[in-house]
T-cell receptor, first 112, second 115 residues
């Protein structure tokens, strides 16, 4: 059963702590993406990776970091430098160039 | 740079009535266009996409959209909505041949179907 998994579904952290969100795909896709979703704001691109060991900043990369050591995995770390980290985070992957992006179920992060 | 405008943030409609969700985009090059649906606390699911060819695109759940290049629009329509269509809908664009195929999303339209 192919797809994208994100864990956990809900995550709670104290201010000042780094936190890592997991994203795994078994679709054999080269490209992977991280988005942040806030109410009424749509989705905004944080980072993307088109191939293993390479990634690029998106529109709102400040306060976030990523790695792409394996094709299947693209974890996102929300650092203490991110001023407003509470949001819904979505991971996506894409196969062929003209293909759509496939989305995971998302992780809702709450920082207090 | 590309951008997407979804003109209505909320659209209420009675069950079995038709609905149109509007989407306009801005880009200086050829584009691919997508409509996604999101149910509460879930990821996005593709409804339909326009890559090339026929400007009328049919998708899942009875939805369709028409690409209008002169008006830079890609409006989503359904002739008769159901309660289960209540969700948030996102229009997205990417430049064809852009390499990274980054999607730019609109801010979404919340469709509420009233029984």
């Amino acid at each position: 059963d192919g797809g994208i998994t994100q864990s956990p579904k809900y995550l709670f952290r104290k201010e000042g702590q780094n936190v890592t969100l997991s994203c795994e795909q078994n679709l054999n896709h080269d490209a992977m993406y991280w988005y942040r979703q806030d109410p009424g704001q749509g989705l905004r691109l944080i980072y993307y990776s088109q191939i293993v060991n390479d990634f690029q900043k998106g529109d709102i990369a400040e306060g976030y970091s990523v790695s792409r050591e394996k094709k299947e995995s693209f974890p996102l770390t929300v650092t203490s430098a991110q001023k407003n980290p509470t949001a819904f985070y979505l991971c996506a992957s894409r196969g062929a160039d003209f293909d759509e992006q496939y989305f995971g179920p998302g992780t809702r992060l709450t920082v207090t | 740079a590309q951008s997407v405008t979804q003109l209505d943030s909320q659209v209420p409609v009675f069950e079995e009535a038709p609905v149109e969700l509007r989407c306009n985009y801005s880009s200086s090059v050829s584009v691919y266009l997508f409509w996604y649906v999101q149910y509460p606390n879930q990821g996005l699911q593709l409804l339909l996409k326009y890559l090339s060819g026929s400007t009328l695109v049919k998708g899942i759940n009875g939805f369709e959209a028409e690409f209008n290049k002169s008006q830079t629009s890609f409006h989503l329509r359904k002739p008769s909505v159901h309660i289960s269509d209540t969700a948030e809908y996102f229009c997205a664009v990417t430049e064809s041949g852009a390499g990274s195929y980054q999607l730019t999303f609109g801010k979404g339209t919340k469709l509420s179907v009233i029984p």
